[in-house]
């Protein structure tokens, strides 16, 4: 694997999908990004490597990481996600997942038949 993504800060205009996309870098760092669609959709993508969504803003109605596959440490720190949000049937196996000081707003949040493997979880999230 090589570099991964950074796009810190930057900003989603409209719809976002990202939908059965692979990012195969080392890092993939969405920190302070911001998305303002109604729709933001990483269904069904897979990340090979660390994964950051630090301080991230999902403004929209919908967010969704139905069936993504997180297999490095994955972050999603201080993230603030406004609208309803799914991870249902996610698959985190990195060491670590850290939804630490998370906002979820939205009337519905989904963790339905997530799966982990040797993970430690660190979660603190405002509703």
């Known amino acids: 694997m090589g570099p991964g993504v950074l796009t810190k800060p930057t ?4 719809d976002t999908s990202f939908n059965r996309a692979t990012f195969s870098g080392e890092l993939t760092e969405f920190d302070e990004a911001t998305f303002t669609g109604e729709l933001t959709l990483f269904d069904e993508v897979t990340f090979s490597g660390d994964t950051s969504f630090n301080r991230a803003t999902f403004s929209g109605e919908t967010t969704a990481f139905e069936r993504a596959t997180f297999s490095g440490y994955t972050s999603f720190g201080g993230a603030t996600f406004s609208g309803d ?3 249902a049937g996610a698959a985190f196996s990195g060491e670590r997942t850290s939804f630490a ?3 979820f707003s939205g009337e519905t949040t ?14 603190g999230i405002t509703t």
């Open 11 to 14: 900003t989603f205009s409209g």
């Open 85 to 87: 949000t799914s991870f």
């Open 101 to 103: 000081w998370v906002t």
């Open 110 to 123: 989904s963790f339905e038949s997530l799966a982990a493997g040797r993970t430690s979880y660190s979660i």
